[in-house]
């Protein structure tokens, strides 16, 4: 019965074909990918309350392409995480993707993406999270360029021509990893310890194509400019990149290949975490300072979003069991919030087809419930205590204390008021600026909008309250790795 | 019986090219030729399964070992090249029984399917064979049934390609038969084992004239298996040719000579010996250079069937990279190489025959859109694609993950990014064609879904290749663990 752990994979992506062949109509295409995902979502839950330790071979061709599925605790919410945002996704799409025609072009590769992205979640070697990570480089890129458009293919062909070259660096380092270990699955600590130590300085190589080949995902600076050019997508497809499919992929591949392949404590002995961990700091600075100049609300956001992915791999270079839960807790997170922010952003383009700073003067009267939804988010962004952006940062600070580097603590704090910085001019012109309420008529999106931003929005402050049982989760994950 | 397989095999081909000859009606021209390569495919398969458990056949023609006697030698990689082959062709003749009319004019073809069986007859041949002479005969034939597979066609383009093309391979044959000639006088033999058993105790004090050989053996065989700066004939001819024959000779003819070259340097003389000279070091670089700059050229062809040609230059640069590592798993790649692209490049040239067929056109820019009026057909192409880019589980990404391990097994770590390289070369022409195929709204305007559809049994011979390309991914290891 293990193989039931392949259904949420293959599931999305038949339903993705499904709609390709048989090119339903609106209302019978929303039926179909709705009760899709919901049907995944509960799939997924059932795996992880009652399937423990289980795993499967999907195929075996040698040694090496072994297409082999475990999902363990980290994968587990990863999954679990995508599943329930692709279920508001898929509402927010529906209104926000309206009737326009060839839609079932673009579920198709929505829902196939879902499927690909599970299946990076639930992979149990490299060689499989690499064929899925490939997979979802093909997955995304239609979504990505749906608007068709000159300038769409343009950033599309940026994407892609980035994300391959980050496969191929990352190909480069499996292909030599695998020379020295024959072997290429998923074990807590790395399986390069169990091999004899040969020169630290080809491991340290290895770990810095790996590093880089997965950070080109993570919008890792400086191979970070495909993401703002991205956002030419339509927005649920912004915020899913944003928030779960490809950045996050990007992040949780890091997390695999420095944790469960190569393992700290040889990367420590190469000494290859500190030279990153200066990418990381430059990536989270900069991010920020860009993002305070974008006018472009999506951009701006698009900036933020490569800060933040910074934060996360501060959990990933500094080897200390608070950086880890603060890493995989902002991972979990800047999830949540960043998906607020843009289906925010997105409801104000698709109702007041406004897209720049300037222009939302005064839109918080006139969408108070998703602009409240807006702040809300961007409290817990800049991580005001007790939101949740505050419970990752603090361990994430408290990690980078513990290994005595004093000025992760600051930089994490000056980002924090940048972080407002880019985020309070928004609120401020939305709510203080433009004609006095009583003058504007309230016109809030649509339920299909409105009700994911709102739960999203709940969803933040009620994980900012209690994240204790995330965190044991978390924990129980990273005993087993320190 | 069995034993005779290789040379019923051939036997066949040639005499039901005769019978074509003097058939009149083109339904029996068709019937004669797909009956005789039925024949041989469901031979090739006993075969293999014989080889499988016999390790090798050796088939003895005329007197044993005397000088001119024939010998076939059919190991494993020869009993799976072979299949492949029958395989393949088979698959271009069910192809080509509903587009040859389309290109080649009503007299002409009952000719296409008579240099069709000997073209086959004769690669098996070098396949099969081994002693030199015999492969040299079947050399000149397959060189001259490939010609006349070009010519068909009769523009003036075409005429100059065969041209281009028989100037070229002659000389190859000239510096082959040169190289034959060279090794008779040392050894006295003809036969590849023989002279392997003289060469290994003599080698030493014909140090000069091995080097010679094996220059020549390597640049007359390089230059008909259109290996890198040798290759200037192949995107002429290959783009020319009708589409069936295309396929064939990209898919199959370039392939047989540099199987030849395998064998002269890796069983006729021995990884020792070659490994001893500075040969194996510029097949390497050939094949490296292969590798990128017939990539960098397919980027700028304007013709899909050109692009598509020069990427088989430099997919050729695979093959000849293998074997320039000069080690057994090296071989064995490059071997595997063979196979994996034989199906995908015939798959390749078919399709692109289709989407040609149907815009009449043979410009890569008319191809926009492509993907909204043939849905399907584009798709086949895109999984082909996926497999010279190197997804995983399809051929292209054994072949580079092995060629790697390779590498990194003589130490010559730096190499591998010259195979990734090539691969993001490849992203770079493939891709486009099906990204402006399927997406794009000025691509996609004014198209109709469907519009250029193909009937389905058209397809059927592309969708057993392409299934054959997975197939060829998925037992991969089984394969490579064969040669």
Redesign the interface.
């Known amino acids: 019965m293990d193989l039931i752990i392949v259904v949420p994979i293959m599931l999305p992506i038949l339903t993705g074909f499904l709609l390709g062949i048989i090119k339903p109509n609106y209302n019978n295409r929303n039926t179909i990918i709705i009760s899709s995902t919901i049907l995944n979502f509960i799939l997924i839950l059932y795996i992880i309350l009652f399937k423990h330790n289980v795993s499967f071979h999907i195929v075996k061709i040698n040694e090496f392409l072994d297409i082999y599925l475990m999902p363990d605790n980290i994968g587990k919410i990863f999954a679990t995480l995508v599943s329930a945002l692709w279920i508001l996704t898929t509402f927010y799409s529906i209104d926000y993707m309206g009737n326009q025609k060839n839609l079932n072009k673009f579920f198709m590769f929505f829902m196939i993406t879902e499927g690909v992205t599970i299946g990076i979640a639930f992979s149990g070697n490299l060689i499989t999270l690499y064929l899925f990570y490939e997979l979802l480089t093909l997955s995304t890129f239609p979504l990505v360029i749906e608007k068709g458009s000159e300038k769409a293919l343009q950033a599309g062909k940026k994407y892609l021509i980035y994300s391959f070259f980050g496969a191929t660096m990352v190909l480069f380092g499996i292909i030599l990893l695998f020379s020295q270990t024959q072997n290429l699955a998923f074990t807590p600590g790395g399986i390069v310890g169990s091999v004899p130590m040969g020169n630290p300085n080809f491991y340290l190589f290895i770990y810095i194509l790996l590093f880089l080949g997965f950070g080109v995902k993570a919008a890792l600076v400086p191979f970070h400019s495909w993401l703002p050019s991205a956002m030419v997508a339509p927005t649920p497809v912004s915020s899913l990149l944003h928030a779960v499919a490809v950045v996050k992929s990007g992040i949780f591949a890091l997390g695999r290949m420095t944790y469960y392949i190569l393992g700290w404590e040889v990367i420590e002995h190469t000494k290859g975490n500190d030279y990153m961990l200066i990418l990381v700091l430059i990536t989270i600075l900069m991010g920020s300072f860009l993002a305070i100049h974008q006018q472009n609300l999506k951009k701006r956001l698009a900036y933020s979003t490569i800060s933040q992915l910074g934060y996360i791999m501060l959990g990933l270079v500094i080897f200390e069991n608070s950086s880890y839960i603060g890493g995989m807790l902002h991972m979990l997170f800047h999830a949540t919030i960043k998906i607020t922010l843009f289906f925010c952003v997105g409801a104000i383009m698709h109702y007041e087809n406004k897209t720049e700073l300037k222009e939302i003067e005064g839109i918080g009267k006139r969408m108070p419930k998703t602009m409240l939804s807006f702040t809300v988010a961007s409290i817990c962004l800049i991580g005001i205590p007790p939101m949740n952006g505050f419970v990752s940062k603090w361990f994430l600070a408290i990690g980078g204390l513990e290994r005595g580097n004093y000025f992760v603590p600051i930089i994490l704090l000056l980002s924090a008021l940048l972080t407002a910085a880019y985020l309070i001019p928004i609120i401020s012109s939305a709510f203080f600026k433009g004609k006095p309420a009583h003058d504007v008529e309230v016109s809030e999106p649509n339920n299909f909008m409105l009700v994911p931003i709102v739960l999203l929005a709940v969803l933040n402050v009620i994980l900012g309250f209690f994240p204790n049982a995330l965190i044991t989760m978390i924990q129980s994950a990273a005993s087993k790795l320190f | 019986m069995i034993k005779f397989i290789p040379l019923i095999n051939i036997l066949i081909l040639i005499l039901f090219s005769f019978i074509i000859l003097i058939t009149k009606k083109e339904k029996n021209v068709k019937l004669m030729s797909f009956a005789s390569n039925i024949i041989t495919f469901l031979l090739s398969i006993l075969l293999l399964t014989r080889v499988l458990l016999e390790d090798f056949i050796v088939l003895n023609l005329g007197k044993n070992n005397s000088l001119l006697g024939i010998q076939f030698y059919i190991g494993s990689s020869e009993a799976v090249i072979s299949l492949t082959f029958t395989f393949v062709m088979l698959m271009i003749l069910w192809f080509s029984n509903s587009s040859v009319k389309k290109e080649v004019s009503e007299i002409r073809i009952s000719f296409f399917y008579i240099l069709i069986n000997i073209l086959l007859a004769s690669l098996l041949g070098v396949i099969y064979s081994n002693d030199l002479f015999n492969s040299y005969v079947f050399i000149e034939v397959s060189t001259l049934s490939a010609c006349g597979l070009i010519i068909l066609k009769d523009k003036k383009e075409n005429i100059k390609a065969t041209v281009k093309y028989l100037i070229m391979s002659t000389i190859g044959s000239g510096l082959v038969l040169m190289a034959i000639a060279y090794i008779y006088s040392i050894t006295g033999h003809l036969n590849i084992t023989n002279i392997n058993e003289v060469i290994v105790s003599s080698y030493q004090s014909h140090q000069n004239a091995v080097l010679i050989i094996l220059g020549l053996f390597t640049v007359g065989l390089g230059i008909k298996s259109a290996v890198f700066p040798l290759h200037s004939w192949l995107p002429d001819a290959h783009s020319s040719a009708p589409t069936p024959a295309s396929a064939a000779l990209s898919a199959l003819v370039i392939k047989v000579y540099v199987f030849m070259l395998i064998k002269i340097l890796f069983r006729m003389f021995t990884y020792e010996i070659v490994n001893s000279f500075i040969i194996m070091d510029i097949i390497l670089l050939l094949g490296s250079m292969g590798m990128i700059f017939g990539s960098i050229m397919a980027i700028f062809q304007k013709e899909l069937k050109r692009m598509i040609a020069y990427s088989s230059v430099a997919q050729m640069g695979y093959i000849v990279f293998g074997i320039g590592l000069g080690t057994i798993s090296g071989t064995a790649i490059a071997t595997y190489h063979i196979i994996g692209h034989a199906v995908t490049k015939s798959s390749l040239f078919l399709i692109s025959g289709l989407m040609i067929e149907k815009t009449s056109s043979k410009k890569i820019e008319d191809l926009k859109g492509i993907g909204r009026e043939m849905p399907i057909t584009l798709g086949l192409f895109t999984l082909g694609a996926f497999s010279m880019?190197?997804?995983?589980?399809l051929p292209g990404f054994?072949s580079?993950?092995y060629l790697?391990?390779a590498c990194?097994?003589v130490g010559r770590?730096p190499l591998?990014?010259i195979i990734?390289a090539s691969?993001?070369l490849n992203?770079l022409y493939y891709?486009p064609i099906i990204?402006n195929g399927?997406?794009?709204?000025?691509?996609?305007d004014g198209k109709i879904y469907k519009s250029k559809k193909i009937e389905l049994s058209r397809l059927i011979p592309i969708f057993f290749l392409v299934l054959s390309i997975i197939l060829v991914?998925?037992?991969?290891?089984k394969l490579i663990n064969l040669f």
């Open positions: 880019v190197g997804i995983p589980i054994i580079k993950w790697s391990l990194i097994e770590v591998i990014l990734l691969s993001l992203v891709f990204i399927f997406f794009g709204n000025e691509n996609l991914g998925a037992f991969s290891s």
